[in-house]
Nanobody
């Protein structure tokens, strides 16, 4: 059974940094594009950043220059380095990964930025 597990969330002051990790397990197939999304109560889940297996990246305008997505294909792991955090970055962060024709999601990790 494929599982994605996020870690690294927590409470941080505005201007601080956090690094999120997401490890995929339970598959022998290569993982395609992986991404980080976030969601706040009453709002739709939104893309934060994505990265292809080859390393091409895409970012939401709101995080460009502050967040960096990376991955380790050997470890089936994707990372999100978040710097210069703002109160509006507070959300539950989810990772996903595409394996064959299916997309799998983690259960999320809460990031709270205090102002």
């Amino acid at each position: 059974q494929v599982q994605l597990a996020e870690s690294g969330g927590g409470l941080v002051q505005a201007g601080g940094s956090l690094r999120l990790s997401c490890a995929a397990s339970g598959t022998s197939f290569s993982i395609g594009t992986m991404g980080w999304y976030r969601q706040t109560p009453g709002k739709q889940r939104e893309l934060v950043a994505s990265i292809t297996r080859g390393g091409s990246t895409e970012y939401a305008d709101s995080v460009k220059g502050r967040f960096t997505i990376s991955r380790d294909n050997a470890k089936n792991t994707v990372y999100l380095q978040m710097n210069s955090l703002k109160a509006e970055d507070t959300a539950v962060y989810y990772c996903n990964g595409r394996i064959t024709v299916l997309t799998y999601w983690g259960k999320g990790t809460l990031v709270t930025v205090s102002s």
